[in-house]
């Protein structure tokens, strides 16, 4: 082989389309039961948004984005996540004037330059959610619900949040320098990444994956102990109505996320079983991201979730989509006549709504009835010189093996009938 895929994208292969086809529906099911509108921004915007809006010093922007020089001399970049781009579609589309909370999700490809790895990819499609505009905790239920409706729909069980409180600017700064004060008294016994992070990002060195740092972490100061009232207010209420509501939740002190845009809530969802990548979705509260990118004060809530890792999901918890309906027409012809009224017959099947298909080219009727056997259709559709001549078309039911001879102006309307009858 010439080319090959570039190292962490994923082709997406035709046996995969039924667990496409389910999320995509469980998802489109899912948000307008919530009353969330679909929007996309392009995939690629100006590099100065993400630098701006995701923050200069996370991983993402240091070290993962596909960032290019256009022909114009511009620096362009493809989008490492959503929230940016969906916070820049809002502003410029004004969508601030429509009536609070503006509840919007999107579905398509995020690129970051990462370790691949079963789960991580440098291309993965995202399902993003972003409430704005209120600052309730019922929002951050609400926005937490969509993820969790979507998953115990889809069928998945060993749910769980993880969950956490940032704090907001009133009482994070004075959490983060004793947070590096209590890390510069372990400055010799941290990896070389939180040696650089205790001056650039110190929350960072709370989710470090070196077993070392994770030790130390284990005893650091708890940020959700240290929060304003504002704060502690919220993230009470929050865990009141998931108390109420039953949902199982877990307060993480080290959840702090890689994203610099988080105030208040943050949370995942944890799914046993998926592996080292047991996160299907991670979000958080943003209340002074538009701000920052020149709007008004707006709050605002919201996740991502990978599909490639709902699927993996899905296959490890043997979690099984429906099979996309077979095809319910084959036209088998013979002759010339014959094939000039195959096609029109698949046409008009089609403009009626039935899923109809024909073989190409002259081939003997028995290869063709194989064909439609492999194929598992209801119904084959036969026309031969004999059926020319008679002016009707030979419908078998393969089901049954009956046969019967229906005129061509009929036949459309019969199967028509068949199938909603057989609900096809
Ligand atoms: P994130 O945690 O970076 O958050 O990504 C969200 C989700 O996208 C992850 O939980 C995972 O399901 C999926 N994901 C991320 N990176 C990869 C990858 N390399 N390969 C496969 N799947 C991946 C954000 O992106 C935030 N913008 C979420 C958000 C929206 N926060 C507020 N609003």
């Not at 299907?280 to 991502?304: H, K, N, S, V, W």
């Not at 043997?318 to 013979?334: G, Q, R, S, T």
């Not at 020319?388 to 093996?401: D, E, F």
């Not at 102006?409 to 009858?421: G, S, T, Y």
Request: glycine fraction near 8%.
């Amino acid at each position: 082989m010439k080319y090959q895929s570039i190292k962490g994208t994923r082709d997406v292969l035709p046996e995969e389309q039924k667990y496409w086809r389910y999320i995509e529906e469980k998802i489109g099911s899912v948000t307008s039961r919530f009353g969330y509108q679909r929007v996309e921004p392009p995939i690629f915007e100006e590099t100065a948004l993400f630098l701006r809006g995701v923050g200069e010093t996370t991983d993402i922007v240091e070290k993962e984005m596909y960032t290019f020089i256009d022909k114009g001399k511009n620096s362009l970049t493809l989008r490492p996540e959503y929230t940016a781009g969906i916070m820049r579609l809002y502003l410029e589309n004004g969508l601030h004037s429509l009536s609070k909370p503006v509840k919007l999700y999107s579905i398509g490809p995020v690129f970051r330059y990462e370790r691949p790895q079963a789960g991580r990819y440098r291309q993965h499609t995202q399902f993003n959610v972003e409430a704005l505009g209120e600052q309730e905790p019922s929002v951050d239920l609400e926005v937490m619900s969509v993820a969790w409706l979507l998953y115990a729909e889809l069928g998945f069980s060993g749910l769980s949040f993880q969950l956490n409180s940032t704090g907001c600017p009133n009482c994070r700064p004075a959490y983060v320098e004793e947070l590096k004060n209590f890390y510069r008294r372990h400055s010799e016994a941290i990896c070389d990444d939180c040696k650089r992070r205790l001056e650039r990002n110190p929350l960072r060195l709370l989710d470090c994956k070196v077993k070392s740092c994770q030790q130390i972490s284990a005893d650091a100061p708890v940020i959700h102990e240290r929060l304003c009232e504002e704060c502690a207010d919220h993230f009470a209420t929050l865990r009141l109505y998931l108390d109420t509501l039953g949902r199982p939740y877990r307060i993480n002190h080290r959840l702090v996320r890689g994203l610099d845009y988080y105030t208040k809530t943050v949370f995942e969802v944890w799914v046993q079983g998926i592996g080292s990548q047991n996160a299907m979705c991670g979000g958080g509260r943003y209340d002074g991201l538009i701000e920052q990118l020149g709007g008004q004060a707006t709050p605002g809530i919201g996740f991502g979730s990978g599909i490639e890792r709902m699927i993996l999901g899905m296959r490890e918890q043997n979690i099984e989509p429906p099979k996309l309906p077979d095809p319910f027409i084959f036209v088998a012809h013979m002759g010339k006549a014959a094939d000039l009224r195959a096609v029109e017959l698949v046409t008009w099947f089609r403009e009626a709504g039935l899923s109809a298909l024909m073989a190409f080219g002259q081939r003997s009727f028995k290869s063709q009835m194989r064909e439609a056997n492999r194929l598992a259709v209801t119904y084959a559709v036969i026309v031969g010189e004999d059926e020319i001549t008679a002016n009707h078309a030979t419908v078998k039911n393969l089901a049954n093996g009956e046969q019967q001879a229906i005129p061509f102006d009929q036949v459309v309307a019969v199967l028509k009938q068949a199938c909603e009858r057989q609900r096809c």
